[in-house]
């Protein structure tokens, strides 16, 4: 058996994988973010280890522990936890969607070759701007910096006490050459670190350290290896079999991710589409990013006083979406793919003295799908273009969410088995491979078992690319001025 850890913005999932792939127990425990000012977005890291420590807990309890052979992980991407020599935590982890660094990017950007090491353009959401950032505002911490780590790779050194990443996570930090696979001396440099501050680099699929004695004994396991895991949109591509040239899948989560394989380095950094290494040896990966997908149905629930998300879902799908309803812009965040933009915000617009609550909740599903729909144009620019899309991730629950996203992206979504647990599951499958090198991947990685598709409809698909698509992209090209303009200054504090 395997046990896979996936450290999520919203909680700690782990699941347990039999020899034959079967999930055979899953459990989870909750996380909360900090939003200290606007546009700030942090955890502690303790509290990453302690939902661990339940997470996984509960989920050994349902198997025999001893048979678990190696242990695989995954996490939000991008994430700065910062220790000093002692391995102490210096201040709370800065965020994938932390948009505090916009004038860092664009110094950034300004080093030889950036786009070409990196593959991507400089954004706050990525790892090396929060350094910069740390080093202009908190010089005495940024002093004290020893060991920069990836959210997982903090779980790791709790685990195993080494430092260890991955290549397809390490290519979110703008530090990997990620054509070469390893980490540049120029990036590094440039935000004032060097090698002797970072992790070692291995592939997903590879060992990265072994689970320390005493929490073993603990857990009632044997000292395994840690495999190093990947960033938690590659593990979940692996953990629903996207693992070949062409192949694409769709995740549903508080981010919304468009994911497509690639067998060679290809980047795409002037549509903001971001170009990183796969969890597997030899395999790339082109993604869209948007910071805000099912993260919207919650704000929108909250705000119109639905009792929950299902119950927002239950009314839009009762009532159906207006041809000529609300626009909802769903950058409540700001924007990574295809605008870059971290000022900006979300909206309703379009709205009539007529449009009630049900209205909203539609357009929040629409709005959605079509900033989804932008990124999918942004990677398909590139010539890397899927029939076929696998969905995951807990927006892919709703029958009706999903074939609205179908008819937007004028793309056959396909559902399969376990794809709600996908990173985690990719994260147990990324440990069988570690201890399994020769393995074949098409025992390894199948796509799970089919369980709905959804065909688009082509008079919608029209209807939304020729008509709501084009109003959705000028309802945002009209605001955003106003975004930046809007902006308090770093000192302000309400009265």
Known sequence: M????????????????????????????PLTVSHPRPRWSEQDPAAWWAATEAAVGEVLRGVDASRVAAIGLSGQMHGATLLDKDDAVLRPAILWNDGRSDLECA?????????????????PGFTAPKLAWVREHE????????????????????????????ASDAAGTLWLDVRQRQWSDDMLAATGLDRSHMPEVFEGSQPAG????????????????????????????VGVGIVRHG????????????????????????????????????????????????????????????????ALLADAEGEGLKPDGPVFLPYLTGERTPHNDAHARGSFTNLGPDTTRTDLANATLEGVGLGLLDGLLAVEGTGLIADEITVIGGGSRSAY??????????????LRAGGEVGPALGAARLARLAVEPGASLDVVCPMPAVTAVREPDAARHAYFR????????????????LYTDAVPGDDFRPS
Not at 152 to 157: A, S, W
Request: proline fraction near 4%.
């Open 2 to 29: 395997y046990l896979g850890i996936d450290l999520g913005t919203s909680s700690v999932k782990a699941v347990v994988i039999d020899d034959a792939g079967a999930v055979r127990a899953s459990a989870s425990s």
């Open 210 to 237: 072994r689970l320390r004695k005493d929490l073993a004994e603990r857990w009632g396991m044997a000292t395994v290896p840690v495999a190093a895991g990947g960033g938690d949109n590659a593990a979940g591509a």
């Open 247 to 310: 192949q694409a899948m769709l995740s549903l989560g508080t981010s919304g991710v468009y994911f497509a394989v690639s067998d060679g380095f290809r980047a795409s950094p002037e549509t903001a589409v971001h170009s990183f290494c796969h969890a597997l040896p030899a395999t790339w990966h082109l993604m869209s990013v948007m910071l805000n997908a099912a993260s919207c149905l919650d704000f929108t629930a909250r705000l119109t006083g639905y009792a929950d998300v299902a």
């Open 139 to 166: 010089p005495d911490i940024f002093a004290r910096v020893a060991n920069v780590l990836l959210p997982k790779d903090y779980l790791r050194l709790k685990l195993t006490g080494d430092y260890m990443t991955d």
């Open 401 to 414: 969410w999903t074939q609205m996203l179908a008819d937007i992206l004028g793309k056959r979504l396909v």
């Open 466 to 481: 020729e008509t709501r698509h084009p109003l959705f992209r000028r309802s945002y090209e009209q605001l955003k001025p």
């Open 107 to 123: 110094a950034l950007e300004k080093v030889p070759r950036f786009r070409e090491i990196t593959g991507n353009l400089a954004m």
